[in-house]
């Protein structure tokens, strides 16, 4: 017989059991991910436990020596080598040491129960990939976005609230910071695969852009309330305000493509 032919009758199933083993090693790894994505929020609030239990232990510490601070202080005035200023001073910084390890008992406290939750909580298998962690906190971020562009596109709340669209305006400086680290934390669409760390930074970052615009607009509506009037008040106030309507305009364009740009999946080559 050929020895081509006997070599190929010995060797036949290595090529089928190749493909199935890469066949189950890729459903292995997409499980893989697929369970890692599920338990992101878990992980995420795991890692926030351990990181509260080092900051209650710093805490006591600080506490710790700065009433042993104290102690000092106090026998130095006694033999008269300190003054009361240094008692207070003192003192001081222990109250503050002591404020702070209370704080700290607090957040983890919060980091318990988010703990209790993330686990009561967590998608079961099978879920809409929706319900994960990672896509709910970039919805809850681009929720807030969406927000924003209300005031930047349209006319009417542009001319109302103009401080909206202002960024020298305190209040949205500070959000438009707080905005600016969670785009760049943003990861580029919910199927990324992130570690927790990273996670949570995200996480905190949109809590952050959240808190800032409810403040601005809650700030903004109030000092409106007292002195709105009608949208048509002064004919020349619409032509004061044109070129910042034009540049929030062009602004939220910018902003739409570029988180457009992000979630949109990648094309295929036409065939």
Request: glycine residues 4%.
């Amino acid at each position: 017989m050929d020895p081509l032919l006997v070599f190929v009758a010995d060797v036949w199933w290595i090529a089928p059991a190749m493909i199935g083993a890469g066949t189950l090693g890729w459903l292995g790894l997409r499980g893989q991910r697929t369970a890692s994505a599920r338990r992101l929020g878990l992980d995420a609030a795991r890692r926030d436990v351990s990181t509260a239990r080092v900051a209650v232990t710093r805490g006591r510490a600080d506490v710790a020596v700065a009433r042993a601070d104290v102690a000092r202080t106090q026998a130095e005035l006694s033999a008269h080598s300190a003054s009361e200023r240094d008692l207070a001073a003192a003192r001081r910084a222990l109250a503050h040491a002591r404020q702070s390890a209370r704080a700290a008992s607090a957040g983890l406290r919060a980091a318990r129960i988010n703990l209790r939750t993330m686990r009561a909580t967590m998608p079961r298998i099978g879920s809409d990939p929706a319900e994960f962690p990672l896509a709910k906190v970039m919805a809850a971020h681009t929720a807030v976005l969406v927000r924003w562009m209300e005031y930047e596109t349209d006319p009417a709340k542009a001319i109302a609230y103009p401080e909206m669209s202002d960024g020298r305006s305190p209040v949205m400086a500070a959000f438009l910071r707080e905005q600016s680290i969670a785009q760049q934390l943003r990861p580029s669409s919910a199927a990324a695969r992130m570690t927790p760390a990273d996670f949570a930074a995200y996480r905190d970052a949109v809590r952050r852009v959240e808190n800032a615009f409810d403040a601005a607009e809650e700030s903004v509506l109030r000092q409106a309330s007292g002195q709105a009037k009608p949208l048509g008040y002064e004919f020349g106030h619409w032509a004061d305000t044109a070129q910042d309507l034009l540049w929030s305009a062009q602004r939220a364009v910018a902003w739409s493509a570029e988180a457009m740009a992000r979630v949109r999946p990648p094309t295929s080559p036409p065939r």
